[in-house]
């Protein structure tokens, strides 16, 4: 079974930084996308950065401040998030499109638990 997990969450102040980590496990063919989704409350779940085949791409909120980087080797994709603002609280969740060796040719969306990130005035 395929398990993506978060860590790195917290509370810090405006303006400080935070690095959250996502390590998928289990038995995988290959992994494909990997990104970070955050959802604050009342609004909808929105992509902050990704990284594909074609690169890394950013949401305009956060060009500048966060970066995605990925260790293939660990199945590990992490977000360094730098300057960061009481507007990026959020419930930050891993995304992954996996191949398993059951279904090789087809990837598969998972996800997360998510962990907070809160950021105070």
């Known amino acids: 079974q395929v398990q993506l997990v978060e860590s790195g969450g917290g509370l810090v102040q405006a303006g400080g930084s935070l690095r959250l980590s996502c390590a998928a496990s289990?038995?995988?063919?290959?992994?494909?996308?990997m990104g970070w989704y955050r959802q604050a409350p009342g609004k909808q779940r929105e992509l902050v950065a990704a990284s594909t085949r074609g690169g890394m791409n950013y949401a305009d909120s956060v060009k500048g401040r966060f970066t995605i980087s990925r260790d293939n080797a660990k199945n590990t994709v992490y977000l360094q998030m730098n300057s960061l603002r009481p507007e990026d609280t959020a419930v930050y969740y891993c995304n992954a499109g996996i191949a398993t060796y059951s279904t090789p040719y087809n990837t598969n969306t998972y996800w997360g638990q998510g962990t907070q990130v809160t950021v105070s005035s």
């Open positions: 289990g038995v995988i063919f290959s992994i494909n996308a």
